[in-house]
């Protein structure tokens, strides 16, 4: 059984720093590549960052130079560095494996990011 946990949200200053992570277990977790979205209040859900199963990475305009994935496959978890946070960053953060071949999607049931001084 797929599962997608995620950790590490909560409530920081405009400038602030915080790291999400995202443990998966039940499939191979190597092989999957593994996003980050996120949706705020009344907005669609968008994609933040991404990472390849050989690491290529990819970033959302509105988050570069800030916001760093990374995924250690040892552990089975994915990381979500976010620096210089805005309060336009707020929302609830998603991690998503990615099937390879069939592109099946799996999620995880999010954390929340709050950004307010």
């Known amino acids: 059984q797929v599962q997608l946990v995620e950790s590490g949200g909560g409530l920081v200053q405009p400038g602030g720093s915080l790291r999400l992570s995202c443990a998966a277990s039940?499939?191979?977790?190597?092989?999957?590549?593994m996003s980050w979205y996120r949706q705020a209040p009344g907005k669609e859900r968008e994609l933040v960052a991404s990472?390849?199963?050989?690491?290529?990475?990819n970033y959302a305009d509105s988050v570069k130079g800030r916001f760093t994935i990374s995924r250690d496959n040892a552990k089975n978890t994915v990381y979500l560095q976010m620096n210089s946070l805005k309060p336009e960053d707020t929302a609830v953060y998603y991690c998503?494996?990615?099937?390879?071949?069939?592109?099946?999607?799996?999620w995880g049931q999010g954390t929340q990011v709050t950004v307010s001084s």
């Open positions: 998503r494996a990615q099937r390879p071949i069939t592109r099946a999607n799996y």
């Open positions: 039940g499939f191979t977790f190597s092989v999957y590549a």
């Open positions: 990472i390849s199963s050989d690491g290529r990475t």
